[in-house]
């Protein structure tokens, strides 16, 4: 089961907020593929993807409580944004992402192609997404990969729509200037 009927979720989210553990798990199953995705988009890295979806169901057993009704995928997805925040923070590593990136980019055009364009192209734009900025790439991943509205991410952000819908553009507008300069590399 993908996503849960309104109903369905209504009863398993009671069900959490008595901490009933079979609850728990079929939120678990529910979400934890599109929070995992999320988390390895936004980081690259499957340790910390694991770590952090491991944080968040932690944070969802204290935090369920505080839902109140409203779209639970966004409210979910809000924990996770935080969580991701919080990562950010701790590790402090801004610099040392810039410039681990970039030597994946380095090490990645010298790696033996993979077989189907298709498949270069979709690696090749997952290494791209790297190059745009964290915030961007976050707007463009709560947008697309877990499609939240502009106006929910503008919410869940504290930010004006028009700034929402701008930052996505330029994001978009980079990521597919990056891609056509890949693009005539081959």
């Known amino acids: 089961m993908e996503k849960a009927?309104?109903?369905?979720?209504?009863?398993?989210?009671?069900?959490?907020?008595?901490?009933?553990?079979?609850?728990?798990?079929?939120l678990i199953d529910?979400?934890?593929?599109?929070?995992?995705?999320?988390?390895?988009?936004?980081?690259?890295?499957?340790?910390?993807?694991d770590d952090l979806l491991s944080?968040?169901?932690?944070k969802l057993v204290e935090k369920i409580r505080h839902y109140h009704g409203g779209r639970f995928?966004?409210?979910?997805?809000?924990?996770?944004?935080?969580?991701?925040?919080?990562?950010?923070?701790?590790?402090?590593?801004?610099?040392?992402?810039?410039?681990?990136?970039?030597?994946?980019?380095?090490?990645?055009?010298?790696?033996?192609?993979?077989?189907?364009?298709?498949?270069?192209?979709?690696?090749?734009?997952?290494?791209?997404l790297k190059n745009i900025d964290e915030q961007s790439r976050e707007l463009i991943m709560l947008?697309?990969?877990s499609q939240?509205?502009?106006k929910e991410i503008a919410q869940m952000q504290g930010m004006p729509i028009g700034t929402v819908l701008s930052k996505v553009h330029r994001g978009l507008a980079r990521l597919r200037q990056l891609m056509e300069q890949y693009s005539h590399e081959w």
């Open 5 to 26: 009927d309104s109903r369905d979720l209504e009863a398993v989210i009671a069900g959490c907020k008595r901490r009933d553990s079979e609850s728990f798990s079929r």
């Open 30 to 49: 529910v979400y934890s593929t599109r929070l995992y995705g999320f988390f390895y988009r936004l980081s690259g890295d499957k340790t910390v993807s």
């Open 55 to 58: 944080e968040l169901f932690v």
């Open 73 to 128: 995928e966004a409210w979910l997805f809000t924990v996770a944004s935080n969580i991701w925040h919080d990562w950010l923070r701790a590790k402090q590593r801004d610099d040392k992402v810039l410039e681990a990136r970039k030597e994946e980019l380095e090490l990645g055009a010298k790696l033996k192609r993979l077989s189907g364009l298709e498949t270069e192209v979709i690696d090749r734009l997952g290494w791209e």
């Open 143 to 145: 947008r697309y990969y």
């Open 148 to 150: 939240m509205s502009f």
